[in-house]
């Protein structure tokens, strides 16, 4: 009977949101126009971004589903040095002592339709020439890499 009580409660409730009409001036929308802002996209949103103080111009970014990107202008544009592998990105670190040395760690870790696990740590020691997978396979997703200062 309270349950019975409750949905009747529920229904008319809705059914009085549902009376409800809203006016919208076009006036106050008509400029908008639709655009992609992510995250199922390709190379849409970024996980992971990382550059170094001793080469600040140098930026990595790495995307939920788009691979590893480079950029060697501060950011002004970018090129993918990371599409041959897993695409899902989780993070990216930049060794401090060497920025030729990037780590990644692959499977992102906000958990959505647009994102894959991963398959472990890269890494590279030519600027994104080519990438050595160092294990950690069955780790899925890497949100953080630490890399020691003094002994990378």
């Known amino acids: 009977m309270l349950l019975l009580l409750g949905l009747l409660v529920l229904s008319s409730i ?67 040095v990371f599409d041959d592998h897993t695409q899902s990105i989780g993070a990216v670190r930049v060794d401090p002592s060497d920025p030729e040395t990037v780590w990644i760690g692959t499977g992102e870790t906000w958990v959505r339709n647009s994102v894959s696990v991963g398959d472990g740590v890269y890494r590279t020691t030519d600027g994104g020439d080519s990438w050595e997978h160092l294990g950690l396979e069955s780790t899925e997703r890497i949100a953080k890499i630490a890399v020691d200062p003094t002994d990378s």
């Open 14 to 80: 809705s059914l009085s949101a549902a009376e409800t009409s809203i006016t919208i001036d076009s006036a106050t929308f008509g400029g908008l126009r639709a655009r992609s802002i992510g995250p199922a996209v390709m190379s849409g949103r970024i996980a992971a971004i990382d550059a170094t103080a001793t080469d600040p111009v140098t930026v990595w970014i790495g995307s939920a589903s788009g691979g590893v990107w480079k950029s060697d202008n501060a950011g002004t544009t970018f090129e993918p």
